[in-house]
């Protein structure tokens, strides 16, 4: 029982810690919190006699099949979002408009859309996956009883990863959900293989972003 509560309390921190701090901005630079929240994560694993492997990511699983499905998964992700579910939302209820500046310094600024093009992928593909669907989700899931612990997990992983994006607006946190269970699934679907959901989300970013660049949404 002690045990359990220690792991819990630890886990919790975890979570806290690689969630809370990268909004903090103590770092005064563009991402400036990726190398110390994955040295913070490198150091959790070492602690607990682990590696970055034990969250699905290595460099050796990465291959051509999880590049093409991740791709085609984060097509479809993206289309369904923005051509289907987000008209039909709008439609039926009218979300308020949030004012996100970097949205709007983003059209026709080629050097920002490189910059964020490139950061999409590193951060918003290969970081953060491996915080929330990598890190997060392990930890979780093992505090849960095993008849649970994938459903459930699973579940908190993707609120945490919406809440997250709670500096975008409802329509954001909605996206974030809707868009993260579908980056979880495409890694749950390939043996928690986290290069699947790495590629599917920097796909899904490199689209919004080049939509937001050309000023379509």
Same mark, same amino acid.
């Given at each position: 029982?002690?045990?359990?509560?220690?792991?819990?309390? #630890?886990?919790?921190?975890?979570?806290?810690?690689?969630?809370?701090?990268?909004?903090?901005?103590?770092?005064?630079?563009?991402?400036?919190?990726?190398?110390?929240?994955?040295?913070?994560?490198?150091?959790? =694993?070492?602690? !607990?006699?682990?590696?970055?492997?034990?969250?699905?990511?290595?460099? $050796?699983?990465?291959?051509?099949?999880?590049?093409?499905?991740?791709?085609?998964?984060?097509?479809?992700?993206?289309?369904?979002?923005?051509?289907?579910?987000?008209?039909?939302?709008?439609?039926?209820?009218? =979300?308020?408009?949030?004012?996100?500046? #970097?949205?709007?310094?983003?059209?026709?600024?080629?050097?920002?859309?490189?910059?964020?093009?490139?950061?999409?992928?590193?951060?918003?593909?290969?970081?953060?996956?491996? &915080?929330?669907?990598?890190?997060?989700?392990?930890?979780?899931?093992?505090?849960?009883?095993?008849?649970?612990?994938?459903? &459930?997990?699973?579940?908190?992983?993707?609120?945490?990863?919406? =809440?997250?994006?709670?500096?975008?607006?409802?329509?954001?946190?909605?996206?974030?959900?809707?868009?993260?269970?579908?980056?979880?699934?495409?890694?749950?679907?390939?043996? $928690?293989?986290?290069?699947?959901?790495?590629?599917?989300?920097?796909?899904? !970013?490199?689209?919004?972003?080049?939509? #937001?660049?050309?000023?379509?949404?």
């Amino acid at each position: 029982m002690a045990t359990n509560l220690k792991n819990i309390i #630890l886990t919790a921190l975890a979570i806290c810690v690689v969630t809370i701090l990268p909004h903090l901005e103590i770092i005064p630079l563009p991402f400036g919190y990726v190398i110390p929240i994955l040295l913070f994560i490198w150091l959790y =694993l070492k602690f !607990d006699k682990k590696n970055f492997s034990s969250l699905g990511f290595s460099f $050796k699983t990465f291959n051509l099949k999880s590049f093409l499905i991740g791709t085609i998964a984060g097509v479809l992700i993206f289309s369904f979002l923005y051509f289907i579910f987000f008209p039909l939302l709008n439609y039926i209820v009218e =979300l308020p408009d949030t004012n996100v500046e #970097l949205y709007d310094n983003l059209k026709a600024n080629t050097g920002l859309y490189i910059f964020l093009l490139i950061m999409g992928w590193l951060v918003g593909g290969i970081y953060v996956e491996i &915080v929330f669907h990598g890190f997060i989700f392990t930890y979780i899931e093992k505090l849960l009883p095993r008849r649970i612990s994938l459903t &459930v997990g699973f579940l908190i992983t993707n609120l945490i990863f919406a =809440l997250y994006h709670f500096q975008l607006g409802y329509d954001g946190v909605i996206n974030a959900f809707l868009a993260g269970i579908g980056y979880h699934i495409v890694i749950l679907m390939n043996k $928690k293989n986290l290069w699947y959901g790495i590629i599917c989300h920097a796909i899904f !970013d490199t689209i919004a972003l080049t939509f #937001l660049y050309l000023g379509y949404i």
